[in-house]
């Protein structure tokens, strides 16, 4: 009898963690939503808080005066080909490293945010230490969970973050030699501030044509309802300039109802609704808008280590393909080479976005800027 007793209760162990399974399968976006989203008030009106000095060094993480520039990183082996005689201005705007719930902004010198902050700068901005001098700025971010809901507290850290944005951009204006191009890059929340800074400082002046390109990697842009409105048009070929470049990587079988689901039921800034519209999607590969590429064409691939700090780099590892509603397939799950354990819900590969194509990224760059200069 206690022998029997024990292989029931082992039985019964095992139905739990097999219910335990099922259940977060069925509802793993739920799940990652509740423990993700702050339950706390948004607690900093932007209106009683003073804008931050962008003179002050200290408040960037990449600049070309910093010598502890995790920006100028290039991966093992890599050989990197010669800059360009005329340089490129960078303005790089790193993606969310604040994953608490306390609150709904990160504090400019939340330790830990920063440090993933230098790691995300150090193998997304890097693509770019080719084509010329990066500024990446510290901003007072919003939190990873105001991404997850669309309480009014969500759109309060956002607009809050944008205010350190700007203000960096105005900063990096003034420093920037007059006679460079300017590249725009920017990454997941990074390049949701920057559609606002291509709204509102670019479209309609003088300033666009400094453009070379503008990278708004890791975010939804609709080409019917968003795209009109940043004053820069989608890169439709390899080697164009003066335009947009945006993509958002998936593996098959994708499931991108957590993009969706937000996507449909929100508007442009104009009020034009977004529901139904392709994403814009610039094959990474290629440089050309809505096509497909095999693996041989990807000319390398980061395979960062688990902690991000480093990174070993393998050609011909990952396809692309623009799949009809904009997003970029990546083929099969099983088919791609070893990654640290940041796969989002629905084989989201958002946190790889750049290291992925990081060697085409330069590619582009670097054949974008030559066609910016007429060369």
Same mark, same amino acid.
């Given at each position: 009898?206690?022998?029997?007793?024990?292989?029931?209760?082992?039985?019964?162990?095992?139905?739990?963690?097999?219910?335990?399974?099922?259940?977060?399968?069925?509802?793993?976006?739920?799940?990652?939503?509740?423990?993700?989203?702050?339950?706390?008030?948004?607690?900093?009106?932007?209106?009683?808080?003073?804008?931050?000095?962008?003179?002050?060094?200290?408040?960037?993480?990449?600049?070309?005066?910093?010598?502890?520039?995790?920006?100028?990183?290039?991966?093992?082996?890599?050989?990197?080909?010669?800059?360009?005689?005329?340089?490129?201005?960078?303005?790089?705007?790193?993606?969310?490293?604040?994953?608490?719930?306390?609150?709904?902004?990160?504090?400019? +010198?939340?330790?830990?945010?920063?440090? =993933?902050? =230098?790691?995300?700068?150090?193998?997304?901005?890097?693509?770019?230490?080719?084509?010329?001098?990066?500024?990446?700025?510290?901003?007072?971010?919003?939190?990873?969970?105001?991404?997850?809901?669309?309480?009014?507290?969500?759109?309060?850290?956002?607009?809050?973050?944008?205010?350190?944005?700007?203000?960096?951009?105005?900063?990096?204006?003034?420093?920037?030699?007059?006679?460079? *191009?300017?590249?725009?890059?920017?990454?997941?929340?990074?390049?949701?501030?920057?559609?606002?800074?291509?709204?509102?400082?670019?479209?309609?002046?003088?300033?666009?044509?400094?453009?070379?390109?503008?990278?708004?990697?890791?975010? *939804?842009?609709?080409?019917?309802?968003?795209?009109?409105?940043?004053?820069?048009?989608?890169?439709?070929?390899?080697?164009?300039?003066?335009?947009?470049?945006?993509?958002?990587?998936?593996?098959?079988?994708?499931?991108?109802?957590?993009?969706?689901?937000?996507?449909?039921?929100?508007?442009?800034?104009?009020?034009?609704?977004?529901?139904?519209?392709?994403?814009?999607?610039?094959?990474?590969?290629?440089?050309?808008?809505?096509?497909?590429?095999?693996?041989?064409?990807?000319?390398?691939?980061?395979?960062?280590?688990?902690?991000?700090?480093?990174?070993?780099?393998?050609?011909?590892?990952?396809?692309?393909?623009?799949?009809?509603?904009?997003?970029?397939?990546?083929?099969?799950?099983?088919?791609?080479?070893?990654?640290?354990?940041?796969?989002?819900?629905?084989?989201?590969?958002?946190?790889?976005?750049?290291?992925?194509?990081?060697?085409?990224?330069?590619? +582009?760059?670097?054949?974008?800027?030559?066609?910016?200069?007429?060369?």
């Amino acid at each position: 009898m206690p022998a029997r007793r024990f292989l029931w209760i082992v039985a019964g162990i095992v139905m739990l963690f097999v219910l335990a399974a099922v259940g977060y399968r069925l509802f793993e976006k739920q799940l990652f939503k509740y423990t993700m989203v702050p339950t706390v008030a948004f607690e900093q009106p932007a209106a009683k808080i003073p804008e931050l000095d962008y003179k002050d060094r200290g408040l960037w993480i990449a600049r070309p005066d910093r010598a502890d520039n995790p920006a100028l990183w290039t991966p093992t082996g890599f050989t990197p080909s010669p800059a360009p005689a005329q340089k490129a201005a960078i303005f790089f705007i790193h993606p969310t490293s604040f994953l608490e719930t306390s609150r709904w902004n990160a504090e400019i +010198d939340h330790a830990e945010s920063q440090q =993933r902050a =230098r790691l995300f700068v150090q193998h997304q901005a890097s693509a770019f230490n080719g084509v010329g001098d990066i500024w990446a700025p510290k901003y007072r971010q919003a939190t990873f969970g105001a991404f997850l809901t669309t309480q009014a507290d969500a759109e309060k850290a956002l607009a809050f973050a944008y205010r350190d944005v700007l203000a960096a951009f105005e900063e990096f204006l003034r420093q920037a030699p007059e006679d460079r *191009p300017i590249i725009l890059a920017a990454h997941s929340q990074g390049s949701l501030h920057l559609t606002r800074l291509l709204r509102e400082r670019v479209a309609g002046t003088p300033l666009a044509k400094r453009i070379a390109a503008a990278y708004v990697i890791g975010w *939804p842009i609709s080409t019917t309802a968003d795209l009109k409105l940043l004053g820069l048009p989608a890169c439709e070929r390899a080697g164009q300039s003066g335009c947009i470049i945006a993509w958002q990587s998936f593996s098959e079988p994708a499931d991108p109802k957590m993009v969706t689901d937000v996507y449909d039921a929100s508007v442009s800034p104009n009020g034009e609704r977004r529901a139904g519209s392709p994403m814009l999607c610039v094959n990474p590969i290629t440089g050309n808008a809505g096509d497909e590429a095999p693996a041989s064409g990807n000319l390398g691939t980061l395979l960062p280590n688990a902690e991000l700090t480093e990174a070993t780099m393998q050609v011909g590892a990952v396809p692309a393909r623009c799949a009809e509603n904009g997003f970029l397939l990546i083929g099969a799950q099983e088919a791609l080479p070893e990654l640290p354990a940041y796969v989002l819900p629905g084989n989201n590969y958002h946190v790889f976005d750049y290291a992925l194509f990081w060697a085409n990224i330069r590619a +582009d760059a670097t054949a974008r800027l030559a066609s910016f200069r007429g060369s």
